[in-house]
């Protein structure tokens, strides 16, 4: 998808997993003079028919697009969750594809309780067959689950109720699997370009930690710690 000024300012925008390119509506109000471009990823959205999405598969198939469209080109980039840490995979494979990046909310370290298994493919099953299956047609627990387990306000309940309907056991289990179990990757320190790690006050726990090992390992990042309304 592509949005604003074809002359602009090239951006790439890159959703979270469970999400889709209507996450950007709100921000694309403020980028009109910038040409940005929205990617689906697998499993999600117009894209749910192809995968399985894994974060490395979609970061390489991502820089060929990008390459193709433009050989020679570069863009800013910008990754949400799930869509930053494509992002942290992308500039540890071809930093030299882009001009500046902003990571937020991606994690790149395990959670407490990992080890234990309680993020394992099984457990996401799980909890898709208990609280996503039996509920695609209840407006009630789609409206409490958009607006308490992904913090989405309401003007985005009609396009997260799609979403939600359209989530299968493989879509949901292959994008929480994918999150849970990725880690930093080799080659970051080759991402010479400006890099801003970003981070809301209540991901202290678990964002924060990441946030501060990707500051040690691309060299000219930084952090910022946004406010708890963020």
């Known amino acids: 998808y592509e949005h604003g000024n074809p002359q602009g300012i090239p951006l790439l925008l890159i959703h979270g997993g469970g999400g889709g390119v209507w996450t950007w509506n709100e921000t694309l109000k403020y980028l009109q003079d910038y040409h940005c471009l929205l990617v689906e990823l697998p499993e999600h959205g117009s894209s ?12 390489q198939s991502i820089l060929e697009t990008m390459h193709r469209r ?40 395990p959670l407490p309780g990992y080890r234990l298994g309680i993020y ?8 898709y067959w208990l609280g996503i299956s039996p509920w695609k047609n209840n407006d009630a627990w789609i409206r409490w689950t958009m607006q308490t387990s992904a913090g989405i306000p309401e003007n985005f309940f009609e396009a997260f109720k799609v979403n939600f309907q359209g989530l299968t056991r493989d879509s949901w ?3 929480m699997s994918e999150n849970y179990r990725y880690r930093a990757p080799n080659g970051l320190e080759k991402a010479r370009l400006p890099v801003l790690l970003v981070a809301g ?6 964002v924060l930690p990441t946030n501060i090992l990707l500051n040690k390992l691309l060299p000219q990042s930084r952090m910022v710690l946004l406010p708890t309304d963020y």
Do not use: C, W, Y
């Open 173 to 175: 289990v292959h994008a």
């Open 120 to 127: 394992s493919e099984h457990i996401m099953a799980l909890i």
């Open 70 to 109: 433009d050989p020679d080109g570069k863009t800013h980039v910008f990754g949400l969750s799930v869509g930053g840490q494509i992002v942290v995979e992308m500039l540890s494979r071809n930093p030299e594809t882009f001009l500046s990046a902003i990571i937020s909310g991606a994690q790149v370290l």
């Open 201 to 206: 006050a209540h991901e202290k726990a678990d």
């Open 48 to 59: 749910r028919l192809t995968g399985p999405f894994t974060i490395q598969s979609t970061a």
